[in-house]
């Protein structure tokens, strides 16, 4: 009998992506409450659940208050970092299992931190310039400025002289919420590379290693993903030249069940890392993962939820990574500034048996802003393919397929991904 039958789990927000965690939880037999402060219309996964609460994650007291009145059994967040600390705290009051501790979330969720913690057990970074180093002409530029803590590629800007510098960090200053900056050397030419791993039993396992496409600098979308193709080319690279001391510093970080989620560059045998997260990343991969592999995160994390056990899994997550020699794409469609007054293709992109997630970030009526990071992302399309040419092909008919116009007629789809390389196999 399921030991998990007629349990609560409340998951904390209610976002498209976070329906597959409600689904797994359905099919494990628990009750499934879904809370954010959003209307429905807006927060999916409350559709879909047995329960749904219009109490924000960040009201810590109310939530705990209501958890306990309801007695909920467990507690679980996935992929939103403004929600991890509500997370912890809430996981603590009800002294409910909770995947991380406020060492791991600090150190995982500030840039600043995480890079000092990437020096320290010897994983490479970004290097970096202060001010001084700008100021006196002892960096390469162009450089990038960024935010020490913030997401969603907000924040940053890329400099081409020191001129351009002090514009850049007060605008890095204004979207950090520590107030702080980082300036680093700008990494043309070096793959950007998405990772994932899980920590199971304390032993980490990597479930992802994509390369990323970006947008185009003349869109302002240079630093925002347009496409990830899973696995990367340089995947089995990775592994004989630079994970041994990722696993080591993922170990160090004294987990016993856990996500680790890092994005950074790889070069001639190096790693850069430069972004990090105690979760997994926002896109369906692991819908795509369970169908390819049958290893089932989202259910591994709805065990430990509930029962705490460090050993909690679904599936054998070894080797998972290479998707049994197929390929995973995730594909985001952006859209140029503007009110959008027509969206159309969604549904027959949706129907196609290689697509397993496919939704709207934007409906019509919405603006989309200037603002060069994910808020101009329109749509999202997750699926699993045979072959190079099978997601060539299909990053073609999406653009074929997917109307994105503005309320003139214009089409507003900018930063069309045009290639993807040739894995090396």
């Known amino acids: 009998m399921n030991s998990l039958q007629g349990k609560k789990l409340l998951v904390l927000a209610g976002n498209s992506v976070h329906e597959k965690i409600v689904r797994a939880a359905k099919d494990l037999g628990v009750y499934t409450i879904v809370t954010d402060y959003l209307p429905v219309e807006q927060s999916p996964a409350k559709l879909i659940a047995d329960e749904y609460w219009m109490l924000s994650t960040g009201d810590i007291d109310a939530v705990v208050e209501k958890c306990r009145q309801e007695k909920v059994d467990g507690v679980l967040t996935f992929c939103i970092d403004t929600v991890q600390f509500h997370y912890l705290e809430i996981c603590t009051k009800l002294g409910v299992p909770c995947y991380g501790t406020r060492r791991q979330?600090?150190?995982?969720?500030?840039?600043?931190l995480f890079?000092?913690?990437?020096?320290?057990?010897?994983?490479?970074?970004?290097?970096?310039?202060?001010?001084?180093?700008?100021?006196?002409?002892?960096?390469?530029?162009?450089?990038?400025?960024?935010?020490?803590?913030?997401?969603?590629?907000?924040?940053?800007?890329?400099?081409?002289?020191?001129?351009?510098?002090?514009?850049?960090?007060?605008?890095?200053?204004?979207?950090?919420?520590?107030?702080?900056?980082?300036?680093?050397?700008?990494?043309?030419?070096?793959?950007?590379?998405?990772?994932?791993?899980?920590?199971?039993g304390g032993v980490p396992y990597l479930i992802k290693i994509g390369d990323r496409y970006l947008g185009k600098q003349d869109d302002n979308l240079d630093k925002q993903q347009m496409a990830t193709l899973l696995p990367s080319r340089f995947a089995e690279d990775y592994r004989k030249q630079a994970e041994k001391k990722v696993i080591e510093m993922i170990r160090s970080l004294g987990m016993s069940f856990g996500p680790v989620f890092m994005q950074g560059f790889y070069d001639n045998g190096e790693v850069y890392m430069?972004?990090?997260?105690?979760?997994?990343?926002?896109?369906?991969?692991?819908?795509?993962?369970?169908?390819?592999?049958?290893?089932?995160?989202?259910?591994?994390?709805?065990?430990?939820?509930?029962?705490?056990?460090?050993?909690?899994?679904?599936?054998?997550?070894?080797?998972?990574?290479?998707?049994?020699?197929?390929?995973?794409?995730?594909?985001s469609v952006s859209a140029r500034p503007g009110k959008i007054g027509k969206l159309e293709g969604m549904e027959k992109i949706k129907s196609l048996p290689s697509v397993f997630s496919a939704f709207y970030y934007h409906h019509v009526g919405d603006v989309i802003p200037a603002s060069g990071?994910?808020?101009?992302?329109?749509?999202?399309?997750?699926?699993l393919l045979p072959d190079i040419d099978s997601v060539s092909h299909f990053v073609s008919l999406v653009y074929e397929t997917l109307s994105i116009e503005d309320e003139q007629g214009n089409d507003m789809i900018v930063s069309k991904v045009e290639t993807l390389c040739q894995p090396i196999k």
């Open 115 to 200: 890079k000092d913690y990437c020096k320290a057990h010897g994983v490479g970074t970004i290097p970096e310039y202060t001010l001084d180093d700008i100021d006196n002409i002892r960096a390469d530029f162009p450089v990038l400025v960024k935010p020490s803590d913030s997401r969603g590629s907000r924040g940053q800007t890329v400099c081409h002289d020191k001129d351009e510098v002090p514009a850049a960090i007060a605008f890095a200053k204004s979207e950090s919420k520590d107030g702080g900056y980082l300036i680093e050397r700008y990494m043309q030419g070096a793959q950007d590379m998405s990772f994932a791993y899980i920590v199971i």
């Open 274 to 331: 430069y972004d990090p997260g105690l979760r997994f990343p926002g896109s369906d991969f692991d819908i795509v993962l369970k169908a390819a592999t049958g290893f089932d995160s989202m259910k591994s994390f709805v065990k430990f939820a509930l029962t705490g056990a460090s050993d909690s899994r679904e599936g054998n997550p070894s080797g998972v990574y290479d998707y049994g020699g197929k390929y995973c794409l995730l594909l």
């Open 373 to 383: 990071d994910i808020r101009q992302r329109v749509a999202e399309f997750c699926c």
């Open 105 to 112: 979330f600090e150190i995982m969720t500030n840039k600043r």
